[in-house]
């Protein structure tokens, strides 16, 4: 009895050590897939992201993993003088918590594929040359905390789905070319962390929703320079934590049509 005990342990330790080691490999190919398509003219990533090397790839440039070195949980590559385009390979770092590679000229589409990533927390692909439209499949990404596209030239409407993700805090997809309106029923039910939404310079229209109002965590709402009309609802007093509103340069009506302000 006690030598099966001690087969099966073994066994039991075999089989996930090899598990982890597929994960490890999956990781390091799915980096190396997406480094093909990175223009990285000052060589961080090509000096130092190889397939050669015997360096774990936990060491790499921009590369986070768990305590055990076992995985990838975070790929930041923010402000590195990189372009290229965001290859589908990206969906293939399972684990991933954190993405950010701001501030940077990445062009193309946002990759479908980002939807795989089901422990994401944080998606930061602001300030680059991003185009096409937001795909609605990121709704799937049910711990999402942090949605940051601002400051790209993506078009369309923004999809429904992603104002169904329970854990978001922050929504930004300022200065991009986006248009519609907003979902009328946008903080009724879903979104009850929400604390930030910048909206700012883009084209929606339509009335700014008063079901926008129940999201009692709000502090930051910015939907200035837009083409949003009607009235401002009163129950916007009801945002207690508010501390920054910015509604300028809209077609609102009444006397607060260009209301803004922020509380230090």
Same mark, same amino acid.
């Given at each position: 009895?006690? !030598?099966?005990?001690?087969?099966?342990?073994?066994?039991?330790?075999?089989?996930?050590?090899?598990?982890?080691?597929?994960?490890?490999?999956?990781?390091?190919?799915?980096?190396?897939?997406?480094?093909?398509?990175?223009?990285?003219?000052?060589?961080?990533l090509?000096?130092?992201?190889?397939?050669?090397?015997?360096a774990?790839?936990?060491?790499?440039?921009?590369?986070?993993c768990?305590?055990?070195?076992?995985?990838v949980?975070a790929?930041?590559?923010?402000?590195?003088g990189?372009?290229?385009?965001?290859t589908?390979?990206?969906?293939?770092?399972?684990?991933?918590?954190?993405?950010?590679?701001?501030?940077n +000229?990445?062009?193309?589409s946002?990759p479908?594929e980002?939807?795989?990533?089901h422990?994401?927390?944080?998606? !930061?692909?602001?300030?680059?040359?991003f185009?096409?439209?937001?795909?609605?499949?990121?709704g +799937?990404?049910?711990?999402?905390?942090?949605?940051?596209?601002?400051s790209?030239?993506?078009?369309?409407?923004?999809p429904?789905?992603?104002?169904?993700?329970?854990?978001? !805090?922050?929504?930004?997809?300022?200065?991009?070319?986006?248009?519609?309106?907003?979902?009328?029923?946008?903080?009724?039910?879903?979104?009850?962390?929400?604390?930030t939404?910048?909206?700012?310079? +883009?084209?929606?229209?339509?009335?700014?929703?008063?079901?926008?109002?129940?999201?009692?965590?709000?502090?930051?709402?910015?939907?200035?320079?837009?083409e949003f009309?009607?009235?401002i609802?009163?129950?916007?007093?009801?945002?207690?934590m508010?501390?920054?509103?910015?509604?300028?340069?809209?077609?609102?009506?009444?006397?607060?049509?260009?209301?803004?302000?922020?509380?230090e």
């Amino acid at each position: 009895m006690a !030598r099966n005990s001690f087969i099966f342990a073994v066994s039991l330790l075999l089989l996930l050590n090899g598990f982890t080691f597929c994960l490890y490999t999956k990781d390091k190919f799915a980096l190396l897939a997406i480094k093909t398509n990175i223009i990285d003219h000052s060589g961080i990533l090509s000096n130092n992201w190889s397939a050669i090397s015997n360096a774990s790839i936990c060491t790499w440039i921009g590369v986070s993993c768990d305590l055990n070195n076992q995985y990838v949980t975070a790929l930041n590559l923010s402000s590195m003088g990189l372009a290229g385009t965001v290859t589908p390979a990206i969906g293939n770092l399972s684990s991933l918590t954190l993405l950010d590679i701001s501030y940077n +000229n990445f062009s193309g589409s946002v990759p479908e594929e980002l939807s795989h990533l089901h422990h994401l927390q944080y998606l !930061r692909l602001s300030n680059n040359s991003f185009t096409g439209t937001i795909p609605a499949s990121l709704g +799937n990404l049910t711990k999402l905390e942090t949605l940051n596209l601002r400051s790209n030239q993506l078009t369309g409407s923004v999809p429904g789905a992603i104002f169904n993700i329970s854990s978001l !805090r922050t929504i930004n997809l300022m200065a991009n070319n986006l248009f519609g309106s907003l979902p009328v029923d946008i903080c009724s039910h879903y979104v009850p962390k929400l604390e930030t939404i910048y909206l700012s310079l +883009n084209h929606f229209e339509g009335k700014i929703p008063p079901s926008l109002f129940k999201c009692k965590e709000l502090q930051h709402l910015a939907l200035s320079v837009n083409e949003f009309s009607g009235s401002i609802s009163v129950e916007i007093g009801n945002l207690t934590m508010l501390k920054d509103l910015w509604l300028g340069y809209n077609n609102l009506e009444g006397c607060h049509a260009d209301v803004w302000f922020t509380q230090e």
